[in-house]
Structures are given as C-alpha cells and as structure tokens.
C-alpha cells in the first residue's frame, strides 16, 4: 500500500479535516475502506497510483501520482463520492472547508472560520499559532506548507 511519503513532490493531494478527533476503531474502518478504494481507483481505465493516510487521527489524506496516470474529472467525482459516503456515515463535517484546525498546545483544535477571527480579536490565537492549511494540492506543497504559522497560511487574513 502506498503512502504520500512515497509520492513524488508533484503528486496531486487532497486533505479532508474531520471536525473532531477520529477514534482507533474509526481510523482502522476508514483506512480498510479507503484502501479498497485506492485499489480499485481508476482514470478512463487505468489504475491511479494513489495513497490515503490518515494524520493526527484528524485529517484524511488523499494523494495520486499524476505521473503515471492522470486523475480526470470522473475519478475525482469518485473520490467525492467515497468522501462523502465516510462523511455521511462517520459524521466527520469533511467537505466543510469554512472549519479552521489549528494547534493549542499539543492539541489541534477546530472551529469556524468566524470563531478563529473571533479568537484571533481576542489574542488568543495570533500570527505565530499553527494551522493546518488544507488547501494545498501537492506533495510539495504538503510537505512545506500545510503545517505552517498563521502568518504563512491564508488564515493570516484574520489577523
């Protein structure tokens, strides 16, 4: 089974944020269904090289080797089918990008983007809090800008 470690830096990548921490039982369900997807994943045909991980047993991650085989539209409706059938059936809020993750502590903590805004008023977040920007789209970007400070993220805009 492949792993996002295993991609090239162009690979294209997906985050889903759970809005609350997944549990052990549901970190080994998701991932069991997620490799028989992974498995069966396919472009006009082809098989995708793809992987799905699981990070901070909080954010599902979605990565495809474009290289070998690009992710064409039908294959990411797919992928959107899948997500939203964990979503419904985990009650995980994975598709709502207006929720922030953010570290407090060791901790990683969710709200809306209006409640971050709010924390950030009120100083109790600022521009060296880390969050986690979901909207990068490669390995690349992942590995150097997904985990970063406010001020390196879009979520500066609060501040």
Not at 116 to 136: D, H, P, Q, R, W
Request: charge should be negative.
């Amino acid at each position: 089974m492949n792993s996002i470690n295993n991609m090239p830096p162009a690979a294209k990548v997906w985050v889903y944020q759970s809005k609350r921490t997944l549990s052990a039982n549901e970190i080994e369900l998701i991932t069991s269904a997620g490799r028989e997807f992974i498995a069966h994943w396919s472009a006009h045909g082809a098989g995708l090289k793809a992987s799905i991980d699981i990070f901070y047993n909080r954010f599902i991650v979605i990565a495809v080797d474009e290289q070998q085989t690009m992710a064409s539209g039908c294959s990411q409706d797919t992928l959107l089918k899948f997500i939203k059938s964990l979503d419904e059936h985990f009650n995980l809020l994975l598709l709502d990008r207006m929720q922030v993750a953010y570290r407090k502590g060791d901790d990683i903590e969710t709200c809306k983007l209006g409640e971050f805004e709010k924390l950030a008023t009120e100083g109790l977040v600022n521009s060296t809090t880390i969050v986690f920007n979901n909207m990068v789209t490669t390995k690349y970007a992942f590995d150097n800008e997904w985990e970063v400070p406010v001020a390196k993220s879009w979520h500066g805009r609060v501040l």
